[in-house]
């Protein structure tokens, strides 16, 4: 089955500081969703992104699915912005998310 | 617009009995996928139920099964609990099979 993996697997930051996440996978897909899992477990969509560049407040992501990576872009980050980020891309039937490993990110007051 | 709900929200069983988990999807959502996600790990798949037919499966044991109703809820069942259930348990809805997911706060089960 296809493999994805997110670099770096934990990232600490100072508030204010901007960062990237990289997701890189094995095989071309469909589509590719990055989510944000809050301290009680819930996923929160950030991006619905098969190609091409979205933006949403200090938010921002990139997909080239031609080279097979994900790239998602944090500025002026928060504390609230603490959590594990994932990158799940679509099989070809579409039926199925694999997700990466994450990123566990802390920003520090 | 409702989001995904599920219930219960914690649950604690003991090894061998069964358990049902329930979740009610997005409204205008006709697609709710099952996921399994152990401490520290990203989640995996289950199995997805559209129109209330199962429509993909992960690599699971039959002892997990599901049902999607007509108001496209669903339930995960599992039959004699192990240690290595324990997990937080989540349910997403999509448009379609293939449409952006919107996930539930999850059930966290513990298996003792």
């Known amino acids: 089955g296809i493999q994805v993996e997110q670099s770096p697997p934990d990232l600490i930051l100072q508030e204010g500081a901007n960062s990237t996440l990289r997701c890189n996978f094995s095989?071309?897909?469909?589509?590719l969703q990055w989510f944000h899992q809050n301290p009680w477990g819930q996923l929160i969509n950030l991006f619905y992104i098969p190609s091409g560049t979205k933006q949403n407040g200090r938010l921002s992501a990139t997909t080239v699915a031609t080279e097979r990576y994900s790239l998602l872009y944090i500025s002026s980050s928060q504390t609230t912005d603490s959590g594990v980020y994932f990158c799940a891309v679509y099989n070809n039937a579409g039926n199925m998310l694999t997700f990466g490993g994450g990123t566990r990110l802390m920003v520090k007051p | 617009e409702t989001g995904v709900t599920q219930s219960p929200t914690h649950l604690i069983k003991t090894r061998g009995q069964q358990v049902t988990l329930r979740c009610s999807s997005q409204s205008g959502h006709n697609t709710v996928s099952w996921y399994q996600q152990a401490l520290g790990q990203g989640p995996q798949f289950i199995f997805q139920?559209?129109?209330?037919?199962?429509?993909g499966r992960g690599n699971f044991p039959p002892r997990f099964s599901g049902l999607q109703f007509p108001n496209y809820s669903s339930e995960l069942n599992v039959n004699a609990l192990e240690l290595d259930d324990s997990a937080l348990y989540l349910c997403a809805s999509s448009r379609d099979r293939d449409g952006s997911y919107t996930f539930g706060s999850g059930t966290r089960l513990t298996v003792v």
């Open positions: 095989d071309s897909v469909n589509n």
């Open positions: 139920y559209y129109r209330e037919e199962e429509n």
